[in-house]
């Protein structure tokens, strides 16, 4: 694990102790979303001749600090749906990305396609959390857990309604994660724990190992439609763009843009917010 990722699960911890004596179990299930039943993510990135575009609300990271600091919930999230994403990703980590648990009860309000709730999970706490606050799927990071903490979380999850899309960085990751249970999706983020760069090269590697029973996500790094296109021809269904549509005023119009893009001509070589 690389030490950023310490940082952040050692913080985590100790936020998800304090949290839950904040706010017990008891009362999350007390939550308006608690009986609503989740959207599919797997079913909406499957769908013919959808985007696959998992767009996704993210005000800062650890590799580059604050991306966009006052982009509005409502607007950007219904603006990616509208634009034609599949589904749409919300980061609620406060101490490293700048999110809240409300700003994906705020896009669940304003929105009608899958949500994942992207966080750090480390314990069975923040998964019943996810579906009170409006979650439709949850990911789990397999650099951070055991596969059988995979397994325990991902039956959990299941027991909820919600999927598990599980988090994978390398061949080892893939290799000792992909057998574990409760598991609906797979993604491989294309940023290098260690040195914060980015390749696609680490989804097209990967794409053949992944086995056919996951839908296969491709995290990070994706600019335009021409990768996105090369993904697709290795087999992957989803893809997650965050800074590539967050670093521009207007996130949704570069998600229009993109989703515009790879309605054209596979030919289309057309960048981001170009």
Not at 40 to 58: A, D, H, M, P, V
Not at 241 to 254: I, N, Q, V, W
Request: glycine residues 6%.
């Amino acid at each position: 694990m690389s030490t950023i990722l310490q940082t952040i699960v050692a913080h985590k911890r100790k936020e998800v102790a304090t949290r839950r004596e904040l706010v017990p179990v008891k009362l999350l299930e007390n939550s308006l979303y608690f009986q609503a039943k989740p959207l599919s993510l797997r079913q909406y990135l499957l769908r013919e001749n959808g985007s696959g575009l998992i767009s996704e609300f993210k005000r800062k990271s650890p590799s580059r600090g604050w991306i966009n600091q006052y982009a509005p919930v409502e607007r950007t999230t219904l603006g990616y749906m509208q634009a034609g994403a599949a589904a749409l990703s919300v980061l609620t980590d406060a101490e490293f990305f700048g999110g809240k648990n409300e700003d994906l009860t705020t896009a669940r309000r304003f929105n009608f396609c899958p949500i994942l709730r992207k966080d750090f999970v480390v314990d069975e706490y923040q998964i019943i959390e996810a579906k009170s606050i409006g979650a439709d799927a949850v990911l789990l990071i397999a650099a951070v857990l055991t596969p059988a903490e995979i397994t325990a979380l991902g039956t959990l999850a299941r027991s909820l309604g919600l999927e598990v899309l599980l988090e994978v960085h390398d061949a080892e990751e893939l290799a000792r994660a992909a057998t574990a249970d409760a598991v609906d999706l797979i993604g491989v983020n294309n940023r290098n724990l260690h040195d914060f760069s980015l390749s696609l090269d680490t989804s097209l590697s990967l794409a053949a190992a992944i086995p056919d029973d996951f839908v296969k996500v491709s995290e990070s790094g994706i600019s335009g439609a021409a990768a996105i296109l090369q993904l697709r021809e290795a087999g992957y269904r989803g893809f997650l763009l965050g800074e590539a549509f967050m670093r521009h005023a207007r996130p949704e119009r570069a998600c229009a843009a993109l989703v515009q893009a790879l309605a054209e001509t596979p030919r289309t070589q057309v960048a981001v917010g170009s």
